[in-house]
């Protein structure tokens, strides 16, 4: 049954929010859309995300509650996973990316064709088992996490959309899909898509993610469709500059400047609604993934940001201060 929620109609909205799990199913519950983002909590995705951790990174985490035999068919299925995916990225390969964004849009009980049949195999011989012993508990991790995510993005999404925009000097992604999981990938967040649309993979159970981060997070994935390390905003710049400069940009830099960008835009608008401590994702990352940008970010880049300076400006100063001494 779909409820339409007006203010007007109180006893029927009532009635909506009075039913039981038990009588909508998580598949019929809509995505939830706040401008440009659609936020869901989707069952196929969920399996196939949390297989996929399994077998690629060999960790174990079945669902919990499942029978001796259960839990056999449960190995057995990430073993089939594994075969299947091989070594293969889901944010690089076009066929795990293919599957990926079926899935998000599938809510029947069979799976399409258009998902490969050794895939489909597997996934439709572990749904039972991942719904009569997991998704229940996932489901409501997941829309906690939307429901946090829902109301950050009505205060600030589009303001933060607009100064991410000036940032970078390119539109932000106008289609935003998020699937929200318990396990996305190796890092618990990855983006695909090019231009105007992104779909990104957001795990509700990492710490990085969750409450005001899970903002920052809503920004920085979809900044991944018009940022990259070479032929989208920052890493053209890099390029452009790398051949006016002879100095070549350490390989992660770009990434640095979208970690940047996105956790102190994100600082300023929570700031201004009154959440004075934030603190940025990149300054858990300094010591161990990008320590020889601080300086450089934390001065330039913030010039740039503070429109003290031009971005043409910053990048060639950070460049100058961070590149490799040449041989």
């Not at 599957?99 to 039972?128: F, G, H, Q, S, W």
């Not at 920052?234 to 350490?250: C, H, N, Q, V, Y």
């Amino acid at each position: 049954m779909k409820c339409k929620r007006r203010p007007t109609f109180f006893v029927a909205a009532l009635f909506c929010g009075l039913l039981s799990a038990a009588e909508v199913s998580a598949q019929d519950r809509p995505p939830v859309t706040v401008g440009r983002y659609r936020l869901q909590s989707n069952p196929w995705v969920n399996l196939h995300q949390r297989l996929l951790y399994e077998a690629v990174f060999k960790a174990e985490r079945p669902p919990a509650g499942l029978s001796a035999d259960g839990l056999a068919k449960w190995k057995q299925a990430v073993e089939d996973y594994r075969a299947y995916v091989g070594r293969r990225n889901p944010i690089f390969n076009d066929e795990l990316v293919l599957v990926n964004d079926t899935l998000a849009e599938t809510t029947a009980d069979r799976l399409p064709d258009k998902i490969p049949a050794a895939a489909r195999r597997v996934l439709e011989a572990a749904m039972p088992l991942y719904r009569a012993a997991q998704w229940e508990e996932d489901d409501r991790a997941n829309r906690f996490w939307i429901a946090v995510a829902a109301a950050l993005l009505a205060s600030a999404g589009e303001e933060l959309a607009e100064a991410h925009a000036k940032a970078y000097g390119v539109p932000f992604p106008k289609n935003i899909l998020v699937d929200v999981t318990s396990f996305a990938w190796q890092f618990g967040a990855y983006t695909v898509g090019e231009g105007e649309s992104a779909h990104a993979v957001i795990a509700s159970t990492v710490k990085g993610t969750q409450g005001f981060a899970a903002l920052e997070s809503l920004m920085h994935e979809p900044s991944h469709a018009i940022v990259d390390s070479e032929s989208h905003a920052i890493g053209s710049d890099l390029k452009r500059l790398s051949a006016e400069t002879g100095l070549k940009p350490m390989a992660n830099l770009w990434h640095a400047i979208l970690f940047y960008t996105s956790g102190e835009l994100t600082r300023r608008a929570l700031a201004r609604r009154g959440v004075g401590d934030y603190q940025p994702y990149i300054l858990g990352m300094y010591g161990r993934v990008f320590g020889g940008f601080r300086q450089s970010l934390e001065t330039h880049w913030q010039a740039y940001l503070d429109g003290k300076v031009s971005r043409e400006a910053a990048l060639r100063q950070i460049l100058v201060e961070t590149a490799p001494a040449k041989k």
